[in-house]
């Protein structure tokens, strides 16, 4: 009853997407202005939003091309935006390290979802991988929820978060680099 009300309404897939991403906006200020835990409640529900999207525009047929392509740029910008920031943070901290592991997470993470597109481009469904975009919002999240100062407890989880999202996106790219040669390998009968 709630979902036909909500699939009849006036709401877009587009209208979540925005959301989601204001959603990220505020969390990155949010990381700025060093309320950790508040930033991760909002990266949490702005990637909620951003899982909430698709599936909407599956369910009630409002989706178009255009949204589609908005909700992925919109998801590689929210997750950089974020990271920004915290590269920010760490670099505050004079944490030369974390602010090293936080550029190449966003590099691997922009490289992890780049590997999909254009394996799928070449017509192969490329979805393996440690460090899917759900697990990246997971580690980033606890990593936010459990910074030092986020009011949990002692935990220190921001920058351990960072290092193992960037090793696994690492992981992941190579998971989908040899994805992609295999399955291509084996439509050209082998032949490298």
């Known amino acids: 009853m ?3 009300r909500l ?3 006036r709401l877009t897939p587009n209208a979540i997407s925005l959301t989601g991403f204001a959603l990220n906006l ?3 200020g949010l990381v700025l202005g060093r309320l950790f835990f508040l930033a991760g409640v909002a990266f949490i529900v ?3 939003m951003d899982t909430l999207d698709g599936r909407y525009s599956r369910m009630s047929g409002k989706g178009t091309q255009f949204g589609a392509f908005l909700d992925s740029t919109l998801d590689r910008l929210e997750e950089g935006v974020v990271l920004t920031t915290v590269a920010a943070y760490f670099a505050s901290q004079h944490n030369q390290l974390a602010v090293a592991a936080v550029v190449a997470a966003v590099l691997l993470s922009l490289m992890v979802s780049y590997t999909r597109a254009r394996a799928e481009a070449l ?3 490329c979805k393996v991988g440690l460090a899917t975009r759900p697990v990246r919002v997971v580690i980033l999240a606890i990593g936010l929820v459990f910074a030092r100062g986020a009011s949990l407890g002692h935990f220190q989880l921001l920058a351990a978060s960072v290092y193992v999202l ?6 992941t790219v190579g998971q989908r680099i040899w994805h992609v040669h295999r399955e291509l390998s084996v439509s050209a009968g082998g032949a490298d």
């Not at 960037?166 to 992981?171: G, I, M, W």
């Open 2 to 4: 709630v979902r036909n």
């Open 7 to 9: 699939i009849e309404s």
């Open 26 to 28: 505020a969390a990155a």
């Open 46 to 48: 702005g990637s909620i």
């Open 123 to 125: 017509g192969v469904q």
């Open 166 to 171: 960037a090793v696994l996106s690492l992981v």
